[in-house]
């Protein structure tokens, strides 16, 4: 390691241990470190995917075990174990009608299970459709009630979680659709596959095509991340554009493949930059809510962090992450304030927020992450 990434490091480790350093306080900053806050217990088979939930303390991990466990993951303890699909549970993930959260999960036995947490997790819908293991499943932000599928039947497909029905199916990759991310907005989808692509897809069109195709990749892509806009500036700057673009919710985008890098891109589909530093397989990515790192996981058994405000150079490395492959990566969503909501937190009415009264939602970035692997653990790195 050359002094000056030794130097980084340290510094970092010094500013994240002194108390009084702006760094503890700016979650725009905030990076995760070991030791982890809770190593959770109980899969008995390698974990494959996490998922938080958007408002509780609630984290479901999914494992080859056959089962979902539900973990409360600031105490650090299991609050429940799901069963129901009768192979390998490949993704979870939380989402649906805003104030009626549902959980989703997919398998190896084909089939989509949607699960109510305020009924204790009672499964509430099985979507059977696909012809092959499901690998991915996202519900699609600002629909209310659709979820995106992805199969090794090489196709992705939206559901109407209200219904059951599938709505559209998205044909294009050559081989198994192996992750899937849609845009903030709902607008976009973001596919990896094993046929060495990753494909942009508008689903707003009554038969979505790809938009865009990511080609550049010299193995399988396994996962990808859409940026946030608060990336946009970092990452235009990168691209060499002046003035970042604000016209899409999917202007920049991150692959990670088992050619051991991971690669940026722009909306039309150039590679912008590829990031190279893990020594095996990269499984999980996903940008800082904040917009400066972009965090990445492998089978090389670390979390990597990359500072896009230096040309996405590997500011920290958390070598021991796992005792073994990290399969699975997710950061804890933003806890959205709702300014008109009647004294909340304790606070009396109409409490101006700090810097400033507006009338805007604010997303508070929550310095949490969760990890899983095929150690049999889960651990969450936390503030």
Sequence with gaps: MDLESRNHILQSELNETTPTSRQNKDPVAWLPRAPPRHTLQSHRDPITCVAFHPVFSSLASGSEDQTIKIWDWELGELERTIKGHTKAVLDVD????????????????????????????????????????????????????????????????IWDVSTGYCVKTLRGHAEWVRDVCPSLDGKYILSTSDDYTSRLWDVTITNPEPKVTLIGHE???????????????????????????????????????????????????????TLVGHDNWVRGLVFHPG??????????????????????????????????????????????????????????NGTPKKGGATATPEAQIRCVIATGSVDLNVRIFAN
């Design 94 to 157: 939380y989402g649906g009608p805003r104030g009626n959260t549902l959980l989703a999960s997919c398998s190896s036995d084909l089939t989509i299970k949607l699960w109510d947490p305020l009924d204790s997790y009672k499964n509430i819908r099985t979507l059977p459709g696909h012809d092959h293991s499901v690998s991915a499943v996202r519900f699609i932000p600002g629909s209310g009630n659709l979820l995106v599928s992805a199969s090794r039947d090489k196709t992705l497909r």
């Design 291 to 348: 917009g400066k790192y972009l965090l990445s996981v492998s089978d090389d058994k670390t979390l990597r962090c990359w500072d896009l405000t230096q040309e996405g150079k590997c500011v920290k490395t958390l070598g021991d992450a796992h005792g073994h492959f990290v399969q699975c990566i997710r950061w804890a969503p933003s806890v959205i304030k709702d300014v008109s909501v009647n004294g909340e937190h304790g606070e009396p």
């Design 219 to 273: 193995h399988v892509v396994l996962c990808c991340a859409i940026a946030p806009p608060a990336a946009y500036q970092n990452l235009a700057a990168m691209a060499g554009i002046k003035k970042p673009p604000a016209t899409s919710s999917a202007e920049f985008m991150a692959t990670g493949s088992r050619d051991k890098s991971i690669r940026l891109w722009d909306a039309r589909g150039t590679c912008i930059k």
